[in-house]
């Protein structure tokens, strides 16, 4: 089961799309300085598909991608609900604190992956110098688009 702290329409975390983000709990890693500790305990509202449909109908039209930010120990049903979401047309982004894939059948329901764990020393995306990086996924293959979030630096 997916649980959710939070969900918010957010403009940067997915560049080029309008995303529905939701806050993903129980996450397994253990980042030194975590930014969202609260993440790492088993809290929040059950994520469904209805949960989702329900999201969309409200901001019907305005949103091209939903993001799920975690998700980690999970990763059966967090595949189920990126197809669930691919299936109703729209883009799906995983914002994982793996430092890999680990496995490629995500590839087949992501159109885009975050990876990385976080690292204070180095920062998040937005930082050049940081470890994590963001790929798009077409036909299976990655593009690194992690340079997107330094345009306006
Ligand atoms: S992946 Fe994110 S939420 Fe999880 S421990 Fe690391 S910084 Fe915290």
């Known amino acids: 089961m997916l649980k959710y702290t939070s969900f918010e329409i957010v403009f940067q975390?997915?560049?080029?799309?309008?995303?529905l983000a939701f806050s993903i709990s129980n996450?397994?890693?253990?980042?030194?300085n975590c930014h969202s500790a609260y993440l790492r305990d088993d809290v929040g509202i059950e994520l469904t598909q209805l949960v989702i449909t329900k999201l969309l109908d409200k901001y019907s039209g305005e949103v091209s991608c939903v993001c799920f930010m975690g998700g980690d120990a999970n990763k059966d049903d967090l595949f189920d609900?990126?197809?669930?979401?691919?299936?109703?047309?729209l883009r799906t982004a995983w914002y994982s604190g793996d430092n890999n894939i680990s496995d490629d059948k995500f590839l087949s329901v992501f159109d885009y992956i975050k990876v990385g764990e976080y690292i204070e020393k180095?920062?998040?995306?937005k930082q050049k110098t940081t470890n994590q990086r963001l790929y798009k996924i077409t036909d299976m293959q990655l593009e690194d688009m992690t340079y997107k979030f330094w345009e306006h630096i």
């Open 81 to 89: 609900m990126a197809s669930f979401v691919k299936q109703i047309g």
């Open 122 to 125: 180095l920062g998040g995306l």
């Open 13 to 19: 975390e997915v560049p080029d799309e309008v995303t």
């Open 27 to 32: 996450c397994p890693h253990r980042c030194i």
